[in-house]
């Protein structure tokens, strides 16, 4: 039987529209193309996965409503098992209004969650048995913390590794820390969680060690176009990126964070699993989109050889 991911986290409609540049607040620009589609960290973690080459489970939550149809019938194509999407009456299917700037293909995101911040323990204790069976769990910090946390210590007191990509990122207790075995913030989210600044691969190299000493024992820092630096009890160094034209990075977080799963899952070493990884953002920047822009694993091995 293949191994089992299990993705722990949001599922957002995204609506996008693409311009000359980001405006400034009160400005009104003229841009150039509107796209919407499936988003959400989560659900682009579990897309980048499946599409890579796991089983994937999502546990999520979405409203009665037609961005939550759409949902189901794209987690139908992808085959992405979805027995855990909890349904919410009371609140919409979250969504993201997403701007990019077509020049730097640089974004600017701003999420309302929706159904995605009221899971509720009843939730929880259903998606129990889900977690509990798995090889891996991933999950990040787009829906409620308590119930994050829930997943997260699940997963920890049944011996499921778990990945936490901390995005977007908010101080974390310690107890949270130690029940981690990979994290994997950005620059900006590594500096939020631990204090330090990452301005410097000297400073990066500190901030790291603040996550390694609260007790995870895997620590990797993504750089964008630098690549990501790596550091565990066998690595220190920086894995560098896969050079490519990019013409929108969002999702490339999610890309990395879903392949260095199926990486992992599929026994590779650190490194290995984060050359896997950068392979993945690589590709998911050269398309347009979020989840439709994830890499298959053909690709994928394509661009690594
Ligand atoms: O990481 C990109 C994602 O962030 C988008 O799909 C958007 O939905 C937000 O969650």
Redesign the pocket.
Same mark, same amino acid.
């Given at each position: 039987m293949s191994k089992q991911l299990t993705v722990f986290g949001?599922f957002?409609e @995204?609506l996008c529209g693409r311009g000359p540049y980001l405006p400034k607040p009160g400005e009104t620009l003229i841009g150039s193309k509107f796209t919407y589609g499936p988003?959400?960290?989560g659900s682009?973690q579990a897309v980048a996965a499946k599409r890579a080459g796991a089983d994937v489970t999502m546990i999520t939550k979405i409203g009665k409503d037609p961005y939550g149809d759409l949902m189901l019938a794209f987690y139908k194509e992808e085959k992405i098992h979805s027995d855990y999407v909890f349904v919410d009456h009371d609140n919409p299917t979250g969504i $993201?209004l997403?701007l990019v700037d077509e020049n730097t293909a640089e974004n600017a995101?701003l999420?309302a969650p929706g159904a995605c911040h009221n899971i509720t323990p009843e939730d929880m204790e259903k998606a129990k048995e889900q977690i509990m069976k798995s090889d891996l769990l991933i999950t990040q910090l787009?829906v409620n913390m308590d119930a994050t946390f829930q997943a997260i210590k699940t997963a920890h007191e049944n011996n499921v590794k778990v990945i936490l990509n901390p $995005?977007p990122a908010v101080k974390l207790s310690n107890d949270i820390y130690k029940m981690i075995d990979y994290i994997t913030p950005n620059e900006t989210e590594a500096e939020i969680l631990t204090g330090h600044k990452t301005d410097t691969i000297t400073n990066i190299r500190k901030a790291a060690s603040w996550l390694y000493d609260k007790g995870v024992s895997n620590v990797i820092i993504t750089l964008g176009k630098e690549g990501v630096y790596i550091r565990n009890n066998e690595f220190d160094e920086i894995v560098p990126s896969f050079k490519v034209k990019a013409v929108d990075t #969002?999702?490339a977080? @999610?890309a990395f964070n879903g392949c260095l799963a199926v990486a992992l899952l599929e026994g590779k070493n650190l490194w290995q699993a984060a050359r896997f990884a950068n392979a993945g953002a690589a590709l998911s920047v050269t398309k347009i989109g #979020? $989840?439709p822009s994830m890499a298959y694993r053909r690709q994928i091995d394509e661009l690594i050889e």
């Open positions: 949001s957002f @995204d988003g959400g960290k682009n $993201a997403i995101i999420v787009e $995005a #969002t999702g977080g @999610d #979020t $989840a």
